[in-house]
């Protein structure tokens, strides 16, 4: 038999919250965390609004010394340490300065860029011949890996510690690569997860794509609104989420709280084939993706509970929730019950898969179904084929055994995860 897979720590930085507790309790009561943003207005975009973190200088100290934030510029890592070193410290692991590492123990943390605003104003620094001031963290602020170097460091990890980009798949994909890590012996826990830096410099190539919408600048909570008939394109947001991983031997070894089991899940790609392009999905492939982690986590359709879409306000939320008809077989008032985190948080890029499975898994421990709000005016397209009862907009308290997390990104690539409440 393979290991059980079990999840032991959390840990969130969230627009609509910081910290669990804080996070927990904006999605049970739809909460949003879309703020106006004035950087965004002042260079000219056409959102205006954003989704991102409200990190005090309080809160950076718990995590980084003030050494280390001298010339610190990089959300991105900020909100990845923090939300790791959160996750760690929740599943009942201490931080120990010992001379040998912890060679059971590794992380996954994925990004899609790493400083953004360390790479503008390290440019600025070498077009104006001050390249010996760019000090000595520029490297680790900037390279890719940055996020599970500095987590390595902080937390002693001996197993491997390396970082996973597959754009808004990311989070998906870092807790699948820690699962399998797990599941093959290789190490007893993983620190799995994903973040995403904030900013103009991250959003501007959205904005230039019309992808964002444009619509409620006065209205910043309003904004975001998957599945809805007046949806006019995501949100931009950041953060971080994650997860502790870990085998359930170990974890039952230790005495851990023990927040649900990963059963398993599929990882694929459409080739950009068929109906697949950089940006739109080639159904085929998500549906494949959606089967086979059904096929891999060894359970049916009809055992799903309910769903966390990806489901990002844009025109392809119809067709994502027709891909899951198809994959599941199951429509109307069949259908699962359906959310996106996005309503309250927009579209957090490479961390939009970790935080919304953060998300999930709050929703198996807690009882709960958390409200999509923005979408009193459900599209027809998705009215069509599912009960639009199945869309809560109000939290529903449920016991819930079973749910899929779904992540789909840029580059035509596919995630989906199958989370099981613990028992």
Not at 46 to 65: D, H, L, N, R, W
Request: proline share 3%; aromatic share 8%; net charge negative.
């Amino acid at each position: 038999m393979k290991k059980r897979v079990v999840i032991t720590g959390l840990g969130v930085v969230a627009p609509n919250g910081v910290g669990v507790p804080a996070f927990l309790k904006a999605i049970q009561n739809g909460i949003s965390g879309i703020r106006y943003d004035a950087e965004l207005e002042r260079l000219q975009f056409s959102c205006q609004i954003s989704g991102t973190p409200q990190v005090s200088e309080i809160m950076k100290a718990e995590y980084f010394t003030a050494l280390e934030l001298r010339n610190f510029n990089s959300t991105g890592i900020l909100y990845g340490v923090m939300a790791g070193m959160e996750a760690w410290k929740d599943a009942g692991l201490s931080i120990e300065n010992n001379d040998e590492p912890d060679w059971d123990s590794g992380t996954i943390f994925g990004t899609g860029t790493s400083g953004i605003e360390k790479f503008r104003e390290s440019i600025y620094k070498i077009d104006d011949f001050q390249t010996r001031k760019l000090g000595s963290t520029a490297v680790a602020q900037t390279m890719n890996s940055g996020v599970s170097a500095y987590l390595g460091g902080k937390l002693g990890l001996g197993n491997q510690v390396t970082t996973n980009s597959s754009a808004c798949t990311t989070g998906a994909e870092s807790i699948l690569m820690a699962y399998d890590r797990i599941v093959s012996g290789q190490a007893k826990r993983i620190l799995s997860g994903s973040t995403s830096d904030s900013g103009p410099y991250i959003w501007g190539g959205f904005d230039a794509m019309k992808v964002c919408t444009y619509k409620h600048n006065n209205q910043p909570e309003k904004g975001s609104r998957p599945m809805s008939a007046s949806a006019s394109g995501f949100v931009p947001g950041s953060g971080a989420g994650a997860l502790l991983l870990e085998d359930l031997e170990t974890a039952l070894a230790r005495g851990a709280t023990i927040y649900a089991e990963v059963l398993g899940g599929n990882c694929n790609s459409g080739g950009q084939r068929g109906e697949g392009t950089m940006t739109a999905p080639n159904s085929i492939a998500v549906q494949k993706c959606i089967e086979d982690s059904l096929i891999n986590a060894g359970i049916s359709a009809y055992e799903i509970d309910a769903v966390n879409g990806h489901l990002t306000a844009t025109s392809k939320d119809g067709l994502e929730i027709s891909n899951w008809t198809k994959a599941l077989n199951r429509k109307g008032e069949d259908f699962p019950y359906i959310n996106s985190l996005k309503s309250m948080v927009g579209h957090c890029l490479s961390a939009a898969g970790s935080i919304e499975s953060v998300a999930s898994v709050l929703q198996l421990h807690h009882g709960f179904i958390f409200p999509s709000i923005n979408c009193e005016d459900i599209h027809p397209e998705i009215a069509a084929i599912i009960d639009v009862n199945k869309i809560p907009q109000q939290m529903i308290s449920k016991e819930l055994q079973i749910i899929a997390k779904a992540s789909f990104g840029f580059g035509d690539v596919n995630g989906c995860i199958i989370f099981k409440k613990y028992t």
